[in-house]
């Protein structure tokens, strides 16, 4: 009986991965015409994404929940990428920061309909918010066992704290949403070579 109950769950798993993947990218295709977050109606996503109504509320209450859950799907692709690069971050070149700024930034453009929607959906609704500020604050934690390595390496500055890591990671998504979501190559580039700079000077010490 155990055994039917875990292939049902396994199942239901699977159905909702791919009804969010569906929704996902029937939000990105409505934003991308000009409407907003706050616009778009169950039914509309729904009918877009080529899914029932009552699949949506199958497995989303709201399209508060449903934000949450796309962001966190961003999530995972962000936290891989920015990885690879934390893995190496206590003795990182300034070439190589900047790189990973731009990956970093490629990933927030490719999204940039979601994390748009995030930030609006952020301004009124509470449960988004608190959930925006975990994303951000999640990405941070697993990246500041990376600093406090590099300060016992002397690599980066003692004195950098959560509070001020967090302050970079911020200054980072603004920067994102200001320059990048509807940028150029270009505009790209040169928000990774500033970011760079800024954190480049904030955290790693001369030499």
Not at 63 to 71: F, N, S
């Amino acid at each position: 009986m155990g055994s039917i109950t875990r292939v049902k769950k396994t199942v239901r798993t699977e159905q909702k991965i791919r009804v969010t993947a569906l929704l996902l990218e029937a939000t990105e295709r409505l934003i991308a015409r000009g409407s907003s977050f706050t616009e778009l109606s169950v039914e509309k996503l729904s009918r877009e994404a080529g899914i029932a109504r009552s699949t949506y509320y199958l497995y989303f209450k709201d399209k508060g929940q449903l934000i949450q859950e796309l962001a966190l799907v961003i999530a995972h692709e962000l936290l891989h990428t920015t990885q690879r690069w934390w893995d190496i971050s206590s003795h990182v070149t300034r070439p190589q920061l900047r790189r990973a700024m731009c990956e970093t930034l490629r990933i927030y453009r490719h999204y940039q309909a979601i994390f748009a929607s995030l930030a609006e959906a952020a301004s009124y609704d509470a449960e988004v918010r608190s959930a925006f500020n975990d994303l951000l604050e999640t990405m941070a934690r697993n990246s500041l066992q990376a600093v406090r390595d590099g300060q016992k390496r002397g690599t980066i500055h003692k004195d950098i704290n959560e509070a001020s890591y967090m302050a970079l990671v911020w200054m980072t998504e603004r920067v994102a949403y200001h320059r990048v979501r509807n940028g150029s190559d270009a505009d790209l580039e040169q928000a990774a070579t500033i970011l760079a700079d800024i954190i480049w000077r904030a955290l790693y010490r001369p030499g």
